[in-house]
């Protein structure tokens, strides 16, 4: 691994304080290694500018489409295709000038890189071509990722695979726009680029914990918001604004400390957020919020999003939405895992290798 470079791609918008800490992070990794931050236009590129230029980064900036907000499948089929464009074209630069290519956000970071070592190395040994996080290919989700869903936060790519893609030469409109997400998007690629026996799926989702320490449940809706952290990998992915004030934030530098990560503008925000109390704070918080919901028979629990909890609190009540949340919370009550059709092709929660060992599919 000494004499591979390996490139860091951030996707940014606007999380300008994330971009710090998680440059300040990179930064630190003792290897050899070529970040790049990559955004739309239409981001404060004057900011990122600024931010970037305290370090050796490669700033990639690109034309997009605006957020469309005529209705909510525009809405979703406008922000993934920025998203799409925002990561394709920077893992396609950075696999001009590296060996290996790693994705994340901001606001995903990695606390504990002597951790992912050991993941790069099991990548490099086994010449795979992509390595990622996620719930995977065996558990589908309508709409959005109906061939399985992979995590965009630390995806690994060989960039000899990149060079000779065609894939991400694809834009957004040619992936079934208006059904496809991001998370959908690269379950397409590892059908179509990678196939079966050339990828590392180092992460399942089924250690990840949420902000109050318990575990995700990673099989419903949008498990990486609002917080997702996986213990064993020290990953950390916290979407501040999905929480109130600055809990978020207050959540982010806990973490930071327990790690006892050290950085220029790591210790002022250490220092500003720090919050021993926080969780508390929010556990009462979410109580509250749950009682303004049982008046509305509403008993979903949001994944402990606060931010979707207080939209439902202030949402318009009417006889319609009562009626449609008691038969929902019946349901809950009735079938507390979920309901599902018997199906007996149902392979989760193997993942595909486990599943091709298991029906012994070698033999075809």
């Known amino acids: 691994m000494e004499n591979k470079i390996i490139g860091f791609i951030i996707s940014v918008y606007d999380r300008l304080d994330d971009l710090k800490i998680n440059l300040e992070l990179i930064q630190s990794y003792k290897i050899n ?21 305290r370090y050796s980064v490669t700033l990639l900036s690109h034309e997009t489409i605006s957020i469309n907000k005529k209705s ?64 995977g290919i065996t558990k589908v989700y309508f709409p959005g990722a109906p061939l399985g869903s992979i995590d965009d936060h630390f995806m690994i790519f060989n960039s000899t695979l990149v060079r000779n893609s065609n894939f991400l030469d694809k834009e957004y409109k040619e992936l079934f726009p208006g059904i496809l997400n991001i998370h959908g998007i690269w379950s397409l690629f590892l059908y179509t680029e990678i196939g079966t026996k050339n990828y590392l799926h180092y992460d399942n989702g089924q250690n990840w914990f ?12 949008n498990p990486l918001r609002p917080y997702v952290y996986n213990k ?18 207050n959540l982010q530098a806990n973490l930071l400390l327990k790690h006892k990560l050290k950085g220029e503008f790591i210790n002022e925000f250490i220092e500003k957020y720090k919050n021993k109390n926080v969780e508390k704070e929010l ?45 929902r919370s019946l349901f809950r009550l009735i079938f507390p895992k979920g ?10 929660p193997l993942d ?9 599919l070698s033999e075809i």
């Open 33 to 53: 290694k070529h970040i790049f931050v990559s955004c739309p236009q239409d981001a404060p590129i004057s900011k990122i500018k600024e931010i970037c230029s």
């Open 72 to 135: 909510n499948v525009l809405t979703n089929a406008s922000l993934s295709n920025r998203v799409w464009d925002t990561q394709r074209f920077a893992i396609k630069e950075a696999s001009r000038y590296c060996d290996i290519v790693i994705h994340t956000h901001s606001d995903c970071w990695l606390m504990n890189f002597e951790k992912f070592i050991g993941i790069l190395r099991i990548f490099i040994a086994n010449k795979v071509s992509f390595g990622f996080r996620g719930v």
């Open 210 to 221: 949420s902000w109050d320490n318990k575990k995700v449940d990673h099989l419903r809706g």
């Open 232 to 249: 064993n990998l020290s990953i950390i992915h916290c979407h501040i604004s999905d929480f109130p004030r600055n809990t978020g934030k």
């Open 283 to 327: 556990i009462q918080y979410r109580k509250k919020l749950k009682l303004k919901l049982l008046y509305r028979f509403e008993t979903n629990k949001f994944h402990n999003n606060l931010n979707y909890m207080e939209i439902a609190c202030n949402s318009n009540m009417s006889f319609k939405i009562l009626f449609n949340n008691l038969m």
């Open 339 to 348: 309901y599902r059709l018997k199906n007996e092709n149902k392979i989760y």
């Open 352 to 360: 595909y290798k486990e599943f091709y060992i298991k029906n012994k």
